[in-house]
């Protein structure tokens, strides 16, 4: 398959492309390639490379930010998801698209299926939830993929944060009332990988395994434990660590029917977390076949 992978310059979209080009014939086009918030930027881009599927990364990602800088969020994922949904239609070209757990409100107690109700507690999740919308008023095929807790070796994230922050400090303050999944790149990609293979449109729950107790602070417990790291992690509640933008206490995504659709399999958090801190800190792609 020929596939163009947008917001090429991002955390995501790097391991996306490594994992996609050893079977897909596929292309990561960075911002200055292809803007999605300027359609005749889509077009132009989708008519040099002629893929037969688009998966979009591209996104406005500054949670806390987009408080404040509501038009800029709204625009990229928003109306430039449209833009990338209009576009893809007027060709027949399935387009995939990338979204969150922060579409939810938190207050359910058991994991977030796709039939679900979406309810965001922040702009950014209303911003992502306004793509998922218009993605399905503008196109026909289109594959919606929520994922959580994001890390990889090509951006900023929480793990880099906390082995960081664990290098050069004997404690660490991390909020323990909020629950969710981790997700390495690398297996996100792998689900990618196995959603668009499949053919089959729809709205899919991708992130690695858990037992959906897991909070900030346990998440950081082991990634000090698994660096082998000395610094003591002391769990405090969201109210000593206020934050401009608000997050769901509870956004763990149920994948049963990513599953049982697709034939993927999630890996488990803790040892997707080992292969990026432990065994291969400096390698994006780390998956055994049987893992994938
Ligand atoms: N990170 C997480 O924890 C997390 C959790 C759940 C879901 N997600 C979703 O996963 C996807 C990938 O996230 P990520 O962490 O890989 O994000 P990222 O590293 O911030 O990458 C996003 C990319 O989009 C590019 N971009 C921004 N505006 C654009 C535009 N108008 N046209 C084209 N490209 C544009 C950015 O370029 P510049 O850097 O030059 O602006 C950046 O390269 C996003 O949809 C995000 O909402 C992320």
Avoid at 16 to 28: I, K, M, N, R, W
Avoid at 197 to 209: F, L, V, W
Wanted: charged share 20%; glycine share 8%; proline share 5%.
């Amino acid at each position: 398959m020929k596939v163009l992978v947008l917001g090429g310059g991002g955390m995501l979209a790097s391991d996306l492309v490594a994992v996609l080009s050893e079977t897909h014939d596929c292309y990561g086009a960075t911002i200055n390639e292809v803007d999605i918030t300027d359609l005749n930027s889509i077009n132009a881009g989708l008519d040099r490379y002629r893929p037969e599927v688009v998966v979009n990364c591209a996104a406005y990602t500054q949670v806390d930010k987009a408080e404040t800088d509501r038009e800029t969020a709204l625009l990229v994922n928003g109306i430039g998801v449209q833009n990338l949904g209009l576009a893809c239609n007027a060709r027949q070209m399935p387009l995939c698209h990338i979204s969150t757990d922060y579409v939810f409100d938190g207050l359910k107690d058991s994991p977030y299926t796709p039939f679900d109700c979406p309810k965001p507690v922040n702009f950014y999740g209303e911003s992502k939830l306004a793509g998922e919308k218009y993605l399905q008023w503008a196109a026909k095929r289109f594959y919606i993929i929520r994922t959580s807790w994001l890390y990889g070796h090509h951006g900023p994230n929480f793990v880099k944060t906390i082995l960081r922050l664990a290098s050069n400090s004997s404690e660490l303050r991390v909020v323990d009332d909020q629950r969710g999944s981790p997700t390495w790149t690398v297996s996100l990609s792998y689900g990618i990988k196995a959603v668009i293979e499949s053919g089959k449109p729809g709205i899919y729950h991708i992130t690695d395994e858990t037992d959906g107790t897991l909070t900030w602070y346990g998440f950081a417990s082991e990634i000090v434990r698994q660096a082998g790291l000395n610094s003591r992690v002391i769990p405090i509640s969201t109210s000593e660590y206020p934050t401009p933008a608000k997050r769901p206490r509870y956004s763990v995504l149920d994948m049963s029917s990513t599953c049982l659709s697709t034939g993927f399999k999630p890996v488990k958090w803790q040892e997707a977390l080992e292969r990026y801190v432990v065994k291969f800190p400096s390698k994006s792609l780390a998956l055994t076949t049987e893992q994938r």
